[in-house]
């Protein structure tokens, strides 16, 4: 059974740091490209990073990039959001995304920034929450 677990979110003051983990299991993580968004309360869902099958190719999204860093290591089949200058704003439920399709298609997607729709994954994790305040 496929399945995408986050971990990693909690409470953090504005300018810290949190590590997001997302761990799948059920099928080999380097078949898919993956992505990382966020749900704030009365808001859409919104793209915030993603990666392309072997590591090389990220995007992100304008309002976090220079913050957040997303990487991916295949052998433990999981997938890591590191996010730091943390600000209120960026409070929301993150959950990350695993998208089929072959590398070129992904490396597309990662490069034009279509990783950053919802559209575009197939399978979802259940979500984290990530709180930013003092």
């Known amino acids: 059974q496929l399945q995408l677990v986050e971990s990693g979110g909690g409470l953090v003051q504005p300018g810290g740091s949190l590590r997001l983990s997302c761990a799948v299991s059920?099928?080999?993580?380097?078949?898919?490209?993956i992505g990382w968004f966020r749900q704030a309360p009365g808001k859409e869902r919104e793209g915030v990073s993603c990666?392309?099958?072997?590591?090389?190719?990220?995007n992100y999204a304008d309002s976090v990039k220079g913050r957040f860093t997303i990487s991916r290591d295949n052998a433990k089949n999981t997938v890591y959001l590191q996010m730091n200058s943390l600000k209120p704003e960026d409070t929301a439920i993150y959950y990350c995304a695993a998208m089929k399709t072959s590398s070129l298609r992904v490396l597309v997607a990662v490069t034009t920034a279509r990783c950053l729709s919802r559209n575009a994954y197939d399978y979802w994790g259940q979500g984290t929450q990530v709180t930013v305040s003092s």
């Open positions: 059920g099928f080999t993580l380097d078949d898919y490209g």
């Open positions: 990666i392309s099958r072997n590591g090389g190719h990220t």
